[in-house]
């Protein structure tokens, strides 16, 4: 209810929506601080759910940018806008049938107006506010969360930081091009690094930024930006890291811990849009992906080849059953899971195939403690190292280096 005696790792949040909204968890603590806590919560859930408290947790790398580096935000549209404490007390003079912006945690129906983000850059702040404008003055109604009814779902801006460009996707109900066309021309006009605007159609209830059907409304469709020196064709619902420096630096820790010379088969588990194994290919003989998405396959492929990468190969399925049919060993084993971790039977063949390095990689702590309890029994965990990729949040990716015992 209030600080008696504030920590002196306390800094006042730099946000007016901080507390409120769901995007940042830490902007009140210290930077250096939040390095402090990350590191303790692996060295804690390595100790408390691994049962592994002798393996060495290194100081976190930390993130380039603390602010401005995500190159993905999505806002919801709302026609019920939520009133921050300092909005109830002037009610009257609040718009409430409308509102952009971010929810409030746990909560899908909770949409706080956002002006600015500070995890965005600039530009995409005065994108957000010239689409909020035209939205409010279009006479097309914010849908609405509960009585799924109206027109604007949701706006994701994506960006390119290799090129400094845009990308525009508006998700809406229904097709209503001549609506967007004059939206299309006033970004535009206004702003001459966006490269591409999107028009995703979302007509179900499903409360996801995700359209049944796309319409490129101008430009290619697409972005293209880099992790290193490799690029990446990056659409509208495509998976790609959202903090591309942070990615950078993981990665070459993954490359660090896998020791590659050249002659290795490396075997990736969930492969995504291939940008560790792009990353990875120039030190191997060949890279092995297993994905089950097949869009994400898909994006793989072109990535490889926009790389000029012809040794990657991807197998679509589900890993439990890839992994049984696999008839090539692999010399290095690459993990990276979904927050949720390895299911078990995963665990149970990676642990069959006795490979001699494995480079597990996770943005949940716990989880990876878990998994890695169950790997130690044939692989000795060496060490991890955390990478900071999202500062102002408790969130931390870590990458371990196990080897097989002998």
Same mark, same amino acid.
């Given at each position: 209810?209030?600080?008696?005696?504030?920590?002196?790792?306390?800094?006042?949040?730099?946000?007016?929506?901080?507390?409120?909204?769901?995007?940042?968890?830490?902007?009140?603590?210290?930077?250096?601080?939040?390095?402090?806590?990350?590191?303790?919560?692996?060295?804690?859930?390595?100790?408390?759910?691994?049962?592994?408290?002798?393996?060495?947790?290194?100081?976190?790398?930390?993130?380039?940018?603390?602010?401005?580096?995500?190159?993905?935000?999505?806002?919801?549209?709302?026609?019920?806008?939520?009133?921050?404490?300092?909005?109830?007390?002037?009610?009257?003079?609040?718009?409430?049938?409308?509102?952009?912006?971010?929810?409030?945690?746990?909560?899908?129906?909770?949409?706080?107006?956002?002006?600015?983000?500070?995890?965005?850059?600039?530009?995409?702040?005065?994108?957000?506010?010239?689409?909020?404008?035209?939205?409010?003055?279009?006479?097309?109604?914010?849908?609405?969360?509960?009585?799924?009814?109206?027109?604007?779902?949701?706006?994701?801006?994506?960006?390119?930081?290799?090129? +400094?460009?845009?990308?525009?996707? #508006?998700?809406?109900? *229904? $097709?209503?091009?001549?609506? @967007?066309?004059?939206?299309?021309?006033? /970004?535009?006009?206004?702003?001459?690094?966006?490269?591409?605007?999107?028009?995703?159609?979302?007509?179900?209830?499903?409360?996801?930024?995700?359209?049944?059907?796309?319409?490129?409304?101008?430009?290619?469709?697409?972005?293209?930006?880099?992790?290193?020196?490799?690029?990446?064709?990056?659409?509208?619902?495509?998976?790609?890291?959202?903090?591309?420096?942070?990615?950078?630096?993981?990665?070459?820790?993954?490359?660090?811990?896998?020791?590659?010379?050249?002659?290795?088969?490396?075997?990736?588990?969930?492969?995504?849009?291939?940008?560790?194994?792009?990353?990875?290919?120039?030190?191997?003989?060949?890279?092995?992906?297993?994905?089950?998405?097949?869009?994400?396959?898909?994006?793989?492929?072109?990535?490889?080849?926009?790389?000029?990468? +012809?040794?990657?190969?991807?197998? #679509?399925?589900?890993? *439990? $059953?890839?992994?049984?049919? @696999?008839?090539?060993?692999?010399?290095? /084993?690459?993990?990276?899971?979904?927050?949720?971790?390895?299911?078990?039977?995963?665990?149970?063949?990676?642990?069959?195939?006795?490979?001699?390095?494995?480079?597990?990689?996770?943005?949940?702590?716990?989880?990876?403690?878990?998994?890695?309890?169950?790997?130690?029994?044939?692989?000795?965990?060496?060490?991890?190292?955390?990478?900071?990729?999202?500062?102002?949040?408790?969130?931390?990716?870590?990458?371990?280096?196990?080897?097989?015992?002998?």
């Amino acid at each position: 209810m209030e600080v008696l005696d504030p920590s002196t790792h306390r800094i006042p949040a730099p946000c007016p929506y901080f507390g409120h909204c769901g995007g940042c968890q830490w902007q009140h603590i210290q930077y250096e601080s939040q390095l402090i806590y990350k590191r303790a919560h692996i060295q804690e859930a390595m100790a408390r759910i691994g049962t592994l408290p002798q393996v060495p947790v290194h100081e976190v790398i930390p993130s380039e940018r603390q602010f401005e580096y995500r190159n993905k935000m999505e806002f919801s549209f709302s026609d019920r806008r939520w009133l921050l404490p300092h909005e109830m007390a002037r009610e009257g003079d609040v718009e409430r049938g409308f509102a952009l912006g971010l929810h409030v945690p746990g909560t899908f129906h909770k949409v706080i107006d956002i002006e600015a983000c500070m995890l965005q850059q600039k530009t995409g702040n005065r994108i957000l506010c010239e689409v909020k404008t035209f939205a409010k003055e279009s006479g097309m109604p914010p849908y609405g969360l509960k009585s799924h009814k109206g027109f604007w779902r949701f706006l994701t801006l994506r960006h390119s930081l290799h090129s +400094d460009e845009w990308m525009v996707n #508006l998700i809406t109900s *229904r $097709e209503r091009r001549d609506v @967007l066309g004059r939206l299309v021309h006033s /970004l535009s006009q206004g702003f001459p690094n966006i490269r591409t605007i999107v028009n995703n159609i979302h007509s179900g209830k499903a409360g996801i930024a995700v359209g049944e059907r796309e319409i490129t409304l101008g430009g290619e469709g697409a972005l293209e930006d880099r992790i290193g020196p490799y690029r990446f064709r990056i659409s509208s619902n495509s998976f790609f890291q959202t903090n591309p420096l942070g990615a950078e630096k993981l990665y070459q820790q993954v490359a660090k811990y896998a020791e590659l010379s050249g002659t290795e088969v490396l075997l990736d588990l969930y492969s995504g849009t291939g940008t560790i194994p792009i990353f990875l290919a120039k030190d191997a003989r060949l890279v092995l992906g297993l994905e089950i998405e097949k869009s994400a396959i898909l994006d793989a492929e072109k990535n490889c080849a926009a790389n000029n990468i +012809d040794h990657c190969q991807f197998v #679509l399925g589900d890993i *439990r $059953e890839s992994l049984s049919f @696999l008839k090539i060993k692999p010399d290095v /084993l690459v993990i990276d899971p979904p927050r949720a971790g390895m299911h078990k039977d995963v665990l149970a063949k990676v642990m069959d195939l006795a490979t001699e390095r494995v480079v597990y990689v996770s943005c949940n702590p716990a989880t990876m403690a878990r998994d890695l309890d169950t790997l130690n029994q044939i692989y000795e965990v060496l060490e991890i190292q955390p990478v900071d990729m999202f500062p102002q949040t408790y969130h931390i990716e870590a990458v371990a280096k196990l080897v097989r015992r002998r």
